[in-house]
């Protein structure tokens, strides 16, 4: 047989290209919520980063919208690991989102928002008439107990809006469909943020961790009522390690607002506070890793102890009252008092209470994304998705939508009020300059959130 010539040879395999990333934003306006969406994108965007030959590389880049709850670089270093860097975090305005998602075509975007920043979101994105716009996702980032119908319909109109239980996507589509508008966005998931390892109690640990929340319970009164029973639990237990969880330090905002914080109030209480009663911050996770028993008001961190399976309590000291949140927890069989608290009384969870919460307690949490993951694959396949249509409108809502839509500096029809744009200055020296203007205005308006606005409120109680 005569050898073979460079003729004869089989052609070389060419290697396939590399698949295009998919480019994803996350738009967050606190602490919380930017953990949510951040978290909520990875789960979503999960097998696209696989490593099967269809693997597609992931990028999410981080928004911050600026405003009162704007997250100190403290705060997102305490939110814990959400797989994208903090350092590389911006912060920008309503417009500026815009703008950069009609420059940047992203393929999915993630709002992580209060409602009304949805709603104006999805006004000024639909305004863009993107010729291929992005597949667009927003959700709760905990428990829904207040304002449910108007949340709900201020967040319809996006593609996917996830429900952290199977309650939740019942709950929502029976708003959605009770107004005549369409319930097909609902997908049930479960919060993002779960996590950990079971609990295992550890011979010669004994600790009580307080989950407390910035604006629940609100007075005065009933918070240092809540601070004293938690500094008597400390004493009555003195080999008991007792830890107040914060979620910020004084002068920085949260979702909502703390205008008493807890640090101030423990300056003041008489007789100084026990050796074994410390205040502690810091990823809500790592401080569970070493609880034996999560004790609150309704905070979602409660969730977060039941997918542990940690002793949790939900406290009725104040009452079972809707403004409190603790009426969510109604049947959970996770009620009790501090005196009961005292006496060693540690509540049992409602088997089927929690399998309905999404906390997925029985091991199922692996799985809990995979419709909404499904969901998002299949939008994201689509030619040309159809344009947004949010339920309130001008027509629907003349009275209601240009309100929402002007705290953000856009117009009824979604597109930027005159002179929201903002000017994109050339040169380092003047983009500096406004950078440094801008925070110390922001600095300024948070103080006036922080410190003047509860005087003013205190005074007029008078």
Known sequence: MPPRTSQDAEPAQTPAAPRPALRVAVLADSDTRWKWGALTARRLTAESAGDGQDARPVEVSGLLLRGRATPTPRQLAEVGEVGIDAGRVREVTAVEFLHTVRDEGYDLVVLALVGGGVQAMLHGLAALNLPRRPVVVTGYVGVV????????????????????????????????????????AVTEAALPFLGGAPYRPEEGRDTVVFAAQPSVPASRADRTYLLRRLVEHARLHPRREVLLKLRSKPGEHTTHIEELP??????????????????????????????????????????ESLHRRIPTAILTDLGVREPLGNHHFVGSGLLTSWDRLDGGTRPKPDTEWVAGQGVAADGSYGTAYD???????????????????????????????????????????GTPLPGAAAAQEPGRVRGAVRETVRNAARGAYRHGVQRVAPVIRRMGDL
């Open 371 to 413: 419709t909404a993951r499904a969901k998002v694959t299949a939008l994201l396949g689509t030619g040309q998705l159809p344009p947004l249509a949010p339920y309130y409108t001008p027509a629907t809502a003349p009275g209601y939508l240009p309100g929402i839509l002007g705290r953000h500096h856009l117009a009824p029809d």
């Open 262 to 303: 807890y640090q101030k109030l423990a300056q003041r209480l008489p007789g100084g506070l026990p050796p074994n009663f410390r205040l502690v911050y810091g990823h809500m996770g790592e401080v569970l890793d070493r609880t034996d028993l999560l004790v609150t008001v309704s905070s979602t961190a409660a969730l």
């Open 145 to 184: 107990y207040e304002k449910l119908a108007d949340g709900l319909l201020l967040r319809h109109g996006a593609d996917v809006v996830l429900a952290n239980s199977a309650h939740d996507a019942e709950r929502f589509r029976a708003v959605y469909e009770g107004v005549g508008a369409d319930a097909s």
